[in-house]
């Protein structure tokens, strides 16, 4: 018997598929040169398409971060650039999934959105959400909590007792299929299974990890354990600890070192080990839309929303503007049939430029907010500004070309960074006096950009900071965070 026709009209524009995870240093990824990591999907997409190899996460903590990539929009107008967590998106901002639904579009989303309320959509014909189990905010049960107790498994997820804000490291602790990993990959191939055939498709695919607890399968660590971990770096500006800026040694304080016998070398392996679960994972994802007959004609984005210092110049997490931790990866595949693969790129891009370029790839109209620009726009951008924080421990970064300026007002501290020559950031060439035309001219850019209470760090257009505070050590007696059982 003959197929029925089709009675309905297809849309032919192109699907999206845009993969965001959580804590991956920008470096991180073989196709990147990275000799350690095991990212061989990864790799291959950027065979088949473009790595912007100087992409940064401007506001480089999650909720920020994720404001940002969800409204095409700068700290300053989405309003959070200290992690708010009971923060409301901003009214009369239109997010990326909201503008490609009123396109015509389909927009499913599973994992991450770490958004309040709990359950806003951002927009989202529907949400599957994994969040980390924030329960000391007073929020309910996400979804995969509700799979874990549908299943016999209330309140297992975190009884690993590893923290979500420390490098110590086991194997899971359950059965794979219980791991938010696999969780969030098995959701997201059944959205695009379930798909209306008459739209086209908007896929937010946001994993937890790499982000702590470092808890991945026994099987993934054990392809690590013959491997010899890269040492991570430390400059001789970090070796003196009494001589680091406040906000430093508040970072250093937060983010404990794992206690232990090679206990940072584990670390590493766990979170590489992380990493690779991920990327395999996404082989899924692909098999999905291939074996759906979508992929040819699927846009395919890869980012993250900050990196990880992961040990170099002696600091953990995010938060800071160094290049382990404000780098992000940024891999785009356009569909089949062009000419763009196996390319690198090294314009000037960040997380406000994804949701331009996924609008005007899919010929969609660009909100008046969007202040992003498209990563293929012809004019390239002459700098980009980063923040974090405010008062005592605020961060304040200057890109632009070979340079960096990362700027912290308590003490009113400067590091000027030959990025081209020095890209692990161990040269402070700030009081170097060849450099100091380059030093005036990225100060220059800063005062331009600061507003609100920043702009007590400024007199007479010059930057003046806040007085130097002796910083006091605390204990951490909740284990950074660390969380209990569900029951």
């Known amino acids: 018997m003959a197929a029925p026709e089709d009675n309905f009209m297809k849309d032919e524009r192109p699907n999206v598929l845009m993969i965001c995870v959580d804590h991956w240093p920008g470096a991180l990824l073989g196709s990147a040169g990275h000799k350690g990591i095991m990212t061989p999907t990864l790799d291959q997409l950027c065979d088949n398409g473009i790595l912007f190899t100087e992409a940064y996460s401007c506001t480089p903590t999650c909720i920020p971060a994720r404001r940002t990539l969800m409204t095409g929009t700068s700290a300053k107008t989405h309003g959070d650039r200290t992690f708010q967590q009971t923060l409301r998106m901003p009214e009369g901002i239109p997010t990326l999934a909201e ?62 007792g590893m923290s979500v804000n420390q490098y110590t490291v086991r194997p899971w602790h359950l059965d794979e299929k219980y791991h938010p990993t696999h969780w969030i990959t098995k959701n997201m191939c059944r959205s695009i299974q379930r798909r209306n055939p008459e739209k086209p498709g908007f896929w937010y695919c946001s994993y937890t990890a790499p982000h702590p607890p470092i808890t991945p399968l026994h099987d993934y660590l054990d392809m690590y354990r013959d491997i010899e971990m890269d040492e991570p770096y430390t400059a001789e500006w970090a070796e003196n600890y009494d001589e680091l800026p406040y906000a430093l040694k508040n970072q250093i304080n937060r983010k404990r070192t794992p206690t232990g016998p090679r206990a940072m070398e584990q670390a590493k392996k766990g979170f590489y080990a992380q990493c690779t679960y991920v990327d395999h994972q996404i082989r899924l994802l692909l098999g999905t839309l291939w074996e759906e007959g979508l992929l040819d004609n699927t846009m395919i984005i890869f980012t993250c929303d900050h990196g990880d210092a992961l040990g170099n110049h002696n600091l953990l997490g995010k938060k800071q503007m160094f290049e382990s931790t404000a780098k992000i990866p940024m891999i785009f595949v356009p569909p089949a049939g062009t000419d763009m693969e196996g390319l690198k790129k090294d314009n000037l891009v960040c997380l406000r430029d994804v949701m331009p370029t996924i609008l005007e790839q899919c010929n969609i109209q660009l909100p008046d907010s969007v202040e992003g620009q498209s990563m293929f726009s ?88 806040l007085p130097d505070k002796e910083y006091q050590v605390f204990a951490d007696r909740n284990l950074s965070a660390q969380r209990g059982w569900r029951i």
Request: hydrophobic share 30%; glycine share 10%.
């Open 378 to 465: 012809e004019s390239s951008r002459a700098y980009l500004y980063g923040e974090h924080d405010e008062g005592d421990t605020a961060t304040r970064m200057i890109r632009q070309g070979d340079y960096k300026l990362i700027y912290f007002p308590t003490g009113n501290r400067s590091y000027l960074f030959d990025l081209k020559n020095d890209p692990c950031e161990l040269n402070n060439l700030e009081e170097h006096e060849e450099f100091s035309s380059i030093l005036e001219e990225l100060k220059s850019l800063l005062v331009k950009e600061l507003y609100g209470d920043d702009l007590k760090w400024i007199k007479n257009g010059t930057l003046i900071g």
């Open 99 to 160: 503008t490609m639904k009123s396109a015509g579009y389909q927009c499913s989303a599973v994992g991450k959105l770490h958004t309040y309320p709990q359950r806003n959509r951002l927009g989202f014909d529907e949400a599957l959400i994994c969040e980390e189990g924030r329960h000391h905010l007073g929020l309910d049960r996400d979804d995969y909590e509700l799979y874990l107790a549908e299943n016999g498994q209330l309140g297992a997820e975190l009884s690993h």
